[in-house]
């Protein structure tokens, strides 16, 4: 008994330290769930059709297992086409910046998964998981806002609505309260790591969850589970009968506009089929697929209009929600297709997508979802746009076209014609996203050309051409997934209202902004601390800064929440100090829309949204088990301590009833890493007392320091009386919106005008005030702006508005100035024979009363005496090539001015030939050419490169002359650049001190099997060759033959000096001379002859026979020397002068005619013998030159064979 008394102790040692650790090793093992369609909520469809909801389960080894679902990322899996947050209930608003969309590829932008939590740890940077609010808001930084007179009086409850206390300390109860709850396992699911749910909800009790077992090292789903439950979450029932028993489920879609109806997609490694359902899952229809679903967009009203993007790039529509599709266009840009979505709702059929032509360019088209055909289809925007740069956004197009290494960003609103958007003339934008359109102006954020790690925040006019600065140097960061993120976060609920953080000094601080980002000011403080100590805190040199991340996870907080019916109420985590820390993260609420502010939490915190805000609910970030929560009944005043199961629970989530009431959440979790999903449905309706009357309310005006004017007008809330347990019911928004008199601060500064340190909108040196009226003509007028426009939905009236608004104005005569006149296309090549369109633009003047002369410059001229017969551009055809000095000359009473435009008109360049001599002597001249066809094509740049040289000879003439100081074979290649397009041609040339040729001849019947083309010479070349040596003995080293063009058929054969013979010249001349007797007796005798086919034998025949020293000590020899080479040469260029014009072989297909590019007379204006050269001696004629591109080569056209 004693041994066993002392070893027990020790025992229960060793049973403690290993029950800890292992609650440490497994306790973060919890399933992790992530939204794969929350980009679903970005505005460009206008939409938020439901997809369901993924979370993935971690290994047994705490590793995060998950699979990158297309649709993780914004707008891949799904685009549009997964459940949004108050679709599924969740209790998480979009993040803003998910909004918004990116210019310069323009993309949609996601936030990524949070890392992997490890125990003990806490995550920084985390906060309140908002409420189901489907509103776009952004996230970004800010800057101190100047300061305005206040204006109006306080409200009701204090100082504007402001509570006494309102910034002091939370208060927690001690005692632990009960809140109703049941839970359900997934029995048999334990094995599966991911899961997606959708709760109908809007008076609906059902729920859908699809479970699946992702096999990673296959790389595959292996099995799928669906449930449903009709009772809110009480029980499930498991459908995989109803399915079939082995059918794989990958995906779950959900109509947005009628929630009983269901789609479910069959993993496509198994098969690609939908299952439909009409009664909320209840039963299901099965339809098979003819192509693999990537993502699909729900129509935004028509509930069984859909379209469905597939891995191959080709867009699908259905009428019958995916019982029959059709093909509408193949090529589409990922993510670039969009329903036609404006506030007049004409042309619901209508889509708008980014396609791929052709030749490989990006362009905007638009059709009917029924008839896409090439007849029927729109291209609204004239010319390319740059890959995945189309963004449909409400009243809003919006593309990217880049030129001259610059992006150009183009709007068009209410679907008219296209314009530049306009950014002060030297932001120089690098980047531009799209924040959000939210009442008819765009919010943009740009990072200019000296910022990497910034942007500045701009916002538009109505239409979306004029833009002002709202923010500079607002903080980004890259996503996991590449995505920007701009710290940028807009309140839900009230109007103008952004929080944003902007980097000051390599320090990154909290700004706040009502008026839409006009004013700025750092966020107070909070007077004390969570207990109860003073904070001594005092602005500028102090403030309160906050995180704001959201979550693209409606599952999983981020760092701030907000909510439509709960205006009010911002939760958020952060920190105090001079900037954004993450470290000593605390949680703050602001229960007066961000005036003051109040610390509930020293930890992170997941905060949502109960009953409209009238219930906080707070849920503590970790990775260890939990059992209790904490509820608010006051805006975050006092805090009680609820359990919601008995035994503690690995959280991996949290989903909130549908609806604007949500009473009812469930918490997602498993009590180890090996047990079932659990499912605990809390049930808050116990908790109130009653339904709330008038009585349980009171008066809140919104306001700002206690500036009641916010965004020209007072507006006054109901909110619950805090003392009041009562159940609030549907939100009612504010009670009394009276306008204010407008007053300096209701306006912001006008395009081109920037706001000085006194108060006043001035010009920016680069803007001249004048050129609005620009486009004016005399008798008509325009809008004189005074430096001010008034802040977008400001409802101010009265007041200063008459003062600050822009006055209608006559429009002034001027003298034409600034002429310019450019091609449609912004380029300076046109092809002969097809149209020209000219544009001319004035910066001041006219047009419609001036006097237009242009001349083409071949020739042919017009005049026109108003610009209203040339809207669309002057059109010309140009029939010949050349260069064209185009001139333009606008005049009228006032004065004239006049323009240059010089138009380069091309031919098609199809085919290039290099012509040179088979063989040549050592430092003597050589001359190449350059044939082209057709022979007249335009402004041309030859590039030529010698042997091994690594630097080209460039001139502006296809014809060079040059010499070669080292005996041996040597290549020569020319390169054509004509246009955008670039041809070549390679040769090899033999060069020796001495050679002799001899023409050589065949049998006639050899004429009727030439189809005289470059392969077939080559061949026959190669043929003869093979022959002398057979019938000579000669080496092969010193023959070269090479047969020529045209007919008859006729040959060069060249007698080379052996290689690795003596040097002497009396040797080599003997050596020649030995084999050349030795080839022509061969010949005479008709030894040399070969088959063409069976039966056709072909006799090689002597012409005649030549010397060519290329080098002799002998004076009297070099010059007949150079007669008989150039004899030969000349004799070459004859006979393919006459191959040019020979008959048609019979069963053969002649070479193609030359087409004709005419020559024109031409300005004659370029520099003569422009080249380049190095390491070698080269004299060129004179040419011209002009940029190229797309190299292409043509096919060697052979001369010889050498080997």
Same mark, same amino acid.
């Given at each position: 008994?004693?041994?066993?008394?002392g070893?027990?102790?020790?025992?229960?040692?060793?049973?403690?330290?290993?029950?800890w650790?292992?609650? !440490?090793?497994?306790?973060?093992?919890?399933?992790?769930?992530?939204?794969?369609?929350?980009?679903?909520?970005?505005?460009?469809?206008?939409q938020?059709?439901?997809q369901?909801?993924?979370?993935?389960?971690?290994?047994?080894?705490?590793?995060?297992?998950?699979?990158?679902?297309p649709?993780?990322?914004?707008?891949?899996?799904?685009?549009?086409?997964?459940?949004?947050?108050?679709?599924?209930?969740?209790?998480?608003?979009?993040?803003?910046?998910?909004?918004?969309?990116?210019?310069?590829?323009?993309?949609?932008?996601t936030l990524?998964?949070?890392?992997?939590?490890?125990?003990g740890?806490?995550?920084?940077?985390?906060?309140?998981?908002?409420?189901? &609010?489907?509103?776009r808001?952004?996230?970004?930084?800010g800057?101190?806002?100047?300061?305005?007179?206040?204006?109006?009086?306080?409200?009701?409850?204090?100082?504007a609505?402001?509570?006494p206390?309102g910034?002091?300390?939370?208060r927690?109860?001690?005692e632990?309260?009960?809140?109703?709850?049941?839970?359900?396992?997934?029995?048999?699911?334990?094995?599966h790591?991911q899961a997606?749910?959708?709760?109908?909800g809007?008076?609906s009790s059902?729920?859908?969850?699809?479970?699946?077992?992702?096999?990673y090292?296959?790389? +595959?789903?292996?099995?799928?589970s669906?449930w449903?439950?009709?009772d809110?979450?009480?029980?499930?029932?498991k459908?995989?009968?109803?399915?079939?028993?082995k059918t794989?489920?990958s995906?779950?879609?959900?109509?947005?506009?009628?929630?009983?109806k269901?789609?479910?997609?069959?993993?496509?490694?198994?098969e690609s089929?939908?299952?439909?359902?009409?009664?909320?899952?209840?039963?299901?229809?099965k339809?098979?697929?003819?192509?693999?679903?990537?993502?699909?967009l729900?129509?935004?009203?028509q509930?069984?209009?859909?379209?469905?993007?597939? $891995?191959?790039?080709?867009?699908?529509?259905?009428?019958? !929600?995916?019982?029959?599709?059709?093909?509408? @266009?193949?090529?589409?840009? =990922?993510?670039?297709?969009?329903?036609?979505?404006?506030g007049?709702?004409?042309?619901?059929?209508?889509?708008?997508?980014?396609?791929?032509?052709?030749?490989?360019?990006?362009? /905007?088209?638009?059709?009917?979802? $029924?008839?896409?055909?090439?007849?029927?289809r729109?291209?609204p925007?004239p010319?390319?746009?740059?890959?995945?740069?189309?963004?449909?956004?409400? &009243?809003? *197009?919006?593309?990217?076209l880049?030129?001259?290494?610059?992006?150009?960003? /183009?709007v068009?609103?209410?679907?008219?014609?296209?314009?530049?958007?306009?950014?002060?003339?030297?932001?120089l934008?690098?980047d531009?996203?799209?924040?959000?359109t #939210?009442?008819?102006?765009?919010?943009a954020?740009?990072?200019e050309?000296?910022?990497?790690?910034?942007?500045?925040?701009?916002?538009?006019?109505?239409?979306?051409?004029?833009?002002t600065?709202?923010?500079?140097?607002?903080?980004s960061?890259?996503?996991l997934?590449?995505?920007?993120?701009?710290?940028?976060?807009?309140?839900?609920?009230i109007?103008?209202?952004?929080?944003?953080?902007k980097?000051?000094?390599?320090?990154?601080k909290?700004?706040?902004?009502?008026?839409?980002?006009?004013?700025?000011?750092?966020?107070?403080?909070? #007077?004390?601390?969570?207990?109860?100590?003073?904070? @001594?805190?005092l602005?500028?040199?102090?403030?309160?800064?906050?995180h704001?991340?959201?979550s693209?996870?409606? /599952?999983?907080?981020?760092?701030?929440?907000?909510?439509?019916?709960? =205006?009010?109420?911002? *939760?958020?985590?952060?920190?105090?100090g001079?900037?954004?820390?993450d470290?000593d993260i605390?949680m703050f609420?602001?229960?007066?829309?961000?005036?003051?502010?109040r610390?509930i939490?020293?930890?992170?915190?997941s905060?949502?949204y109960? #009953?409209?805000?009238?219930?906080?609910?707070?849920?503590?970030h970790?990775?260890?088990?939990?059992?209790?929560?904490?509820?608010?009944?006051?805006?975050?005043?006092?805090?009680?301590?609820?359990?919601?199961?008995?035994?503690?629970?690995f959280?991996?989530?949290?989903?909130?009833?549908?609806g604007?009431?949500?009473?009812?959440?469930t918490?997602?979790?498993?009590?180890s890493?090996r047990?079932?999903?659990q499912?605990?449905?809390?049930?808050?309706?116990?908790?109130? &007392?009653?339904?709330c009357?008038?009585?349980?309310?009171?008066?809140?005006?919104?306001h700002?320091?206690?500036?009641?004017?916010?965004?020209?007008?007072?507006?006054?809330?109901?909110?619950?009386?805090s003392?009041?347990?009562?159940?609030?019911?549907?939100?009612?928004g504010?009670?009394?919106?009276?306008?204010?008199?407008?007053?300096?601060?209701?306006?912001d500064?006008?395009y081109?005008y920037?706001?000085?340190?006194?108060?006043q909108?001035? =010009?920016?040196?680069?803007?001249?005030?004048?050129?609005?009226s620009?486009?004016c003509?005399v008798?008509?007028?325009?809008?004189?702006?005074?430096?001010?426009?008034?802040?977008?939905?400001?409802?101010?009236?009265?007041?200063?508005?008459?003062?600050?608004?822009?006055?209608?104005?006559?429009?002034?005569?001027k003298?034409?100035?600034?002429?310019?006149?450019?091609?449609?296309?912004?380029?300076?090549?046109?092809e002969?024979?097809?149209?020209?369109t000219?544009l001319?633009?004035?910066?001041?003047?006219?047009?419609?009363r001036?006097?237009?002369?242009?001349?083409?410059?071949d020739?042919?001229?017009?005049?026109?005496?108003?610009?209203?017969?040339?809207?669309?551009?002057i059109? @010309?055809?140009?029939?010949?090539?050349?260069?064209?000095?185009?001139?333009v000359?606008?005049e009228?009473?006032l004065?004239?001015?006049?323009?240059?435009?010089?138009?380069?008109?091309?031919?098609?360049?199809? @085919?290039v030939?290099?012509?040179?001599?088979?063989v040549?002597?050592?430092?003597?001249e050589?001359n190449?050419?350059a044939?082209?066809? =057709?022979?007249?094509?335009?402004?041309?740049?030859?590039?030529?490169?010698?042997?091994?040289?690594?630097?080209?000879?460039?001139?502006?003439?296809?014809?060079?002359?040059?010499?070669?100081?080292v005996?041996?074979?040597?290549?020569?290649? *020319?390169?054509?650049?004509?246009g955008?397009?670039?041809?070549?041609?390679?040769?090899?040339?033999?060069v020796?001190?001495?050679?002799?040729?001899?023409?050589?001849? !065949?049998?006639?019947?050899?004429?009727?099997y030439?189809?005289?083309?470059?392969?077939?010479?080559?061949?026959? +070349?190669?043929?003869?060759?093979?022959?002398?040596?057979?019938?000579?003995?000669?080496?092969?080293?010193?023959?070269?033959?090479?047969?020529?063009?045209?007919?008859?058929?006729?040959?060069e054969?060249?007698?080379?000096?052996?290689?690795?013979?003596?040097?002497?010249?009396?040797?080599k001349?003997?050596?020649?001379?030995?084999?050349s007797?030795?080839?022509?007796q061969?010949l005479?005798?008709n030894?040399?002859?070969?088959?063409?086919k069976?039966?056709?034998?072909?006799?090689?025949?002597?012409?005649h026979?030549?010397?060519?020293?290329?080098?002799?000590?002998t004076?009297?020899?070099?010059g007949?020397?150079?007669?008989?080479?150039?004899?030969?040469?000349?004799?070459?260029?004859?006979v393919?002068?006459?191959?040019? !014009?020979?008959?048609?072989?019979?069963?053969?297909?002649?070479?193609?005619?030359?087409?004709?590019?005419?020559?024109g007379?031409?300005?004659r204006?370029l520099p003569?013998?422009?080249?380049?050269?190095k390491?070698? $001696?080269?004299?060129?004629?004179?040419?011209?030159?002009?940029?190229?591109a797309?190299?292409?080569?043509?096919?060697?056209?052979?001369? /010889?064979?050498?080997?």
């Amino acid at each position: 008994m004693e041994k066993v008394a002392g070893w027990y102790p020790a025992w229960h040692v060793a049973l403690l330290y290993w029950t800890w650790l292992f609650l !440490f090793t497994f306790g973060f093992t919890g399933a992790e769930i992530t939204c794969r369609s929350c980009h679903s909520q970005v505005k460009p469809q206008h939409q938020h059709p439901q997809q369901g909801l993924l979370m993935h389960l971690r290994t047994d080894r705490g590793e995060k297992e998950q699979r990158r679902f297309p649709g993780e990322k914004g707008g891949e899996r799904g685009q549009g086409a997964g459940m949004d947050a108050e679709d599924a209930g969740l209790q998480a608003p979009f993040d803003p910046t998910l909004s918004g969309a990116k210019i310069s590829g323009w993309e949609t932008r996601t936030l990524t998964r949070e890392p992997e939590k490890v125990a003990g740890e806490r995550r920084p940077g985390e906060a309140a998981a908002p409420a189901g &609010d489907h509103r776009r808001r952004g996230r970004g930084s800010g800057r101190r806002r100047r300061g305005r007179s206040p204006r109006g009086t306080a409200g009701p409850g204090g100082a504007a609505g402001r509570e006494p206390g309102g910034s002091g300390a939370a208060r927690f109860g001690l005692e632990e309260l009960r809140l109703g709850s049941t839970t359900f396992a997934l029995t048999g699911d334990s094995a599966h790591n991911q899961a997606m749910v959708h709760w109908s909800g809007h008076n609906s009790s059902v729920i859908l969850i699809l479970t699946k077992l992702y096999d990673y090292n296959l790389g +595959s789903i292996t099995e799928s589970s669906l449930w449903r439950s009709t009772d809110y979450g009480t029980t499930y029932e498991k459908l995989n009968d109803k399915v079939g028993l082995k059918t794989i489920l990958s995906y779950l879609y959900v109509c947005p506009t009628n929630k009983r109806k269901i789609m479910l997609l069959t993993d496509p490694e198994v098969e690609s089929s939908l299952l439909i359902s009409s009664d909320e899952g209840a039963t299901y229809q099965k339809y098979r697929l003819n192509f693999c679903i990537h993502s699909l967009l729900f129509h935004p009203k028509q509930e069984d209009w859909i379209l469905a993007y597939s $891995q191959d790039q080709k867009l699908f529509s259905s009428v019958e !929600f995916g019982r029959r599709w059709l093909l509408l @266009h193949e090529g589409v840009a =990922p993510n670039r297709f969009y329903w036609s979505m404006m506030g007049s709702g004409r042309e619901p059929d209508l889509v708008h997508l980014e396609a791929k032509t052709v030749d490989g360019h990006a362009q /905007y088209i638009t059709c009917r979802m $029924q008839n896409c055909s090439e007849a029927t289809r729109s291209k609204p925007f004239p010319g390319y746009i740059d890959h995945n740069s189309l963004i449909v956004q409400d &009243d809003y *197009v919006f593309v990217q076209l880049t030129s001259g290494g610059r992006p150009h960003y /183009y709007v068009s609103y209410r679907r008219n014609a296209f314009t530049q958007m306009k950014l002060p003339k030297y932001s120089l934008p690098k980047d531009m996203h799209v924040i959000s359109t #939210d009442e008819s102006q765009v919010f943009a954020a740009v990072q200019e050309w000296n910022q990497n790690d910034t942007y500045n925040l701009y916002i538009s006019d109505t239409q979306g051409v004029y833009f002002t600065l709202a923010l500079e140097n607002v903080k980004s960061s890259q996503g996991l997934e590449g995505n920007v993120m701009i710290d940028l976060y807009e309140v839900a609920g009230i109007k103008g209202m952004f929080l944003a953080n902007k980097k000051i000094d390599n320090q990154v601080k909290t700004f706040i902004t009502y008026n839409k980002g006009r004013d700025w000011n750092l966020l107070q403080a909070p #007077d004390t601390d969570l207990r109860g100590n003073p904070v @001594h805190c005092l602005l500028p040199y102090c403030s309160l800064h906050l995180h704001l991340k959201v979550s693209e996870n409606p /599952y999983t907080s981020g760092n701030i929440a907000s909510r439509d019916t709960a =205006p009010s109420i911002i *939760v958020a985590s952060g920190n105090i100090g001079t900037e954004l820390s993450d470290d000593d993260i605390s949680m703050f609420v602001s229960a007066d829309a961000g005036n003051t502010w109040r610390q509930i939490f020293e930890e992170e915190h997941s905060v949502l949204y109960l #009953d409209q805000g009238g219930v906080l609910v707070a849920i503590k970030h970790t990775s260890l088990p939990i059992r209790h929560l904490w509820l608010s009944f006051d805006e975050g005043k006092s805090w009680s301590k609820y359990s919601f199961t008995s035994l503690p629970l690995f959280v991996d989530g949290v989903l909130g009833e549908p609806g604007e009431e949500t009473l009812i959440m469930t918490v997602f979790g498993h009590f180890s890493h090996r047990s079932e999903w659990q499912l605990v449905k809390i049930d808050y309706k116990s908790i109130f &007392d009653r339904r709330c009357a008038e009585e349980d309310y009171r008066p809140w005006q919104l306001h700002s320091q206690g500036e009641a004017c916010i965004m020209g007008a007072k507006r006054i809330y109901r909110k619950r009386k805090s003392e009041k347990k009562c159940m609030q019911g549907k939100y009612a928004g504010a009670m009394t919106s009276e306008p204010c008199v407008c007053t300096e601060a209701d306006f912001d500064c006008d395009y081109g005008y920037e706001r000085h340190s006194n108060g006043q909108c001035l =010009p920016a040196f680069w803007y001249n005030p004048s050129s609005l009226s620009k486009d004016c003509s005399v008798g008509q007028s325009y809008l004189n702006s005074t430096g001010y426009r008034k802040v977008v939905s400001n409802n101010c009236t009265d007041g200063v508005r008459e003062q600050y608004t822009a006055k209608p104005q006559q429009c002034p005569g001027k003298a034409p100035h600034g002429l310019r006149i450019i091609t449609t296309d912004g380029k300076l090549t046109a092809e002969q024979g097809h149209n020209v369109t000219f544009l001319v633009q004035l910066e001041e003047g006219d047009l419609q009363r001036s006097l237009i002369q242009v001349d083409f410059g071949d020739g042919i001229a017009v005049s026109y005496a108003n610009l209203s017969s040339t809207e669309d551009g002057i059109k @010309h055809i140009y029939q010949n090539v050349g260069i064209f000095r185009v001139t333009v000359l606008v005049e009228n009473s006032l004065g004239s001015d006049n323009a240059v435009l010089y138009l380069h008109v091309t031919c098609p360049l199809e @085919h290039v030939h290099l012509s040179l001599p088979f063989v040549t002597t050592k430092n003597k001249e050589v001359n190449a050419t350059a044939v082209l066809w =057709p022979s007249q094509v335009g402004t041309l740049t030859y590039v030529w490169w010698f042997g091994n040289n690594t630097e080209p000879l460039i001139t502006l003439e296809g014809s060079i002359t040059f010499t070669f100081s080292v005996e041996g074979m040597n290549t020569i290649t *020319v390169q054509v650049s004509a246009g955008n397009i670039i041809l070549q041609d390679t040769k090899t040339i033999a060069v020796y001190e001495q050679f002799q040729s001899l023409r050589l001849s !065949f049998s006639p019947n050899l004429d009727d099997y030439n189809p005289d083309i470059p392969e077939w010479r080559r061949d026959i +070349s190669r043929v003869v060759k093979r022959a002398l040596v057979e019938a000579t003995g000669i080496s092969s080293n010193h023959i070269l033959v090479a047969v020529l063009p045209g007919l008859p058929t006729s040959a060069e054969l060249f007698i080379l000096p052996y290689q690795d013979a003596p040097a002497e010249n009396k040797r080599k001349t003997e050596n020649l001379e030995q084999i050349s007797e030795t080839l022509v007796q061969k010949l005479k005798q008709n030894f040399v002859h070969f088959d063409l086919k069976p039966g056709v034998r072909i006799l090689v025949h002597a012409a005649h026979l030549t010397a060519a020293p290329l080098v002799d000590p002998t004076p009297s020899h070099s010059g007949s020397a150079m007669l008989m080479l150039l004899s030969v040469v000349f004799v070459g260029l004859a006979v393919f002068v006459i191959y040019k !014009f020979k008959r048609a072989t019979p069963g053969h297909s002649p070479e193609p005619k030359e087409r004709k590019c005419n020559q024109g007379s031409l300005d004659r204006g370029l520099p003569k013998g422009l080249w380049i050269t190095k390491r070698f $001696q080269a004299k060129t004629r004179s040419g011209s030159i002009s940029t190229a591109a797309e190299p292409q080569s043509t096919k060697e056209i052979p001369t /010889y064979v050498n080997g």
